[in-house]
């Protein structure tokens, strides 16, 4: 007689297969679509031969200038006369007050020093130039 209740009992066990098949389907998703969620604006970076510093931090604060001169902090457009405020208030949210500067390697040389100024008139403690590494363009002259 005790056979037949624990027969006809309810099973405690957990089947995770589907759980486990619906997440791995998930990851696959997402791992197609991230590369082609990243956006950005297009430079053609000048080259210089310096190494490459370590990246600690996943989100930097960059300010970019493409070549018809127009400003970005990270990806959005922004003025010239109201860099430095937003830089400001930006960097009042944040403990890491470093800058990262992309600037299109055909922009007037002037237009990059008064963008390094408005960004040290906000405060920024670190101001960092981004470049191509010297053996990366080559390679890319290359191909």
């Known amino acids: 007689m005790s056979r037949s209740r624990s027969r006809s009992g309810l099973m ?17 998703i997402f791992m197609v679509a991230a590369p082609m969620m990243t956006q950005g604006v297009e430079v053609d970076l000048p080259t210089a031969e310096a190494k490459s510093l370590s990246a600690t931090e996943t989100e930097h604060l960059l300010v970019t200038i493409e070549r018809n001169g127009t400003i970005y902090i990270n990806d959005f457009a922004i003025e010239q006369a109201n860099l430095t405020e937003k830089l400001k208030g930006i960097l009042s949210l944040r403990q ?48």
Not at 110 to 119: E, N, P, R, Y
């Open 96 to 143: 890491d007050r470093r800058v990262f500067l992309r600037a299109d390697r055909h922009v007037d040389y002037g237009t990059v020093v008064q963008t390094m100024v408005a960004i040290q008139n906000a405060g920024v403690d670190n101001l960092g130039m981004v470049t191509i590494p010297y053996e990366e363009k080559t390679k890319q002259n290359v191909s």
């Open 12 to 28: 405690s066990e957990i089947n995770v297969t589907p759980f486990v098949d619906v997440m791995l389907v998930l990851l696959i």
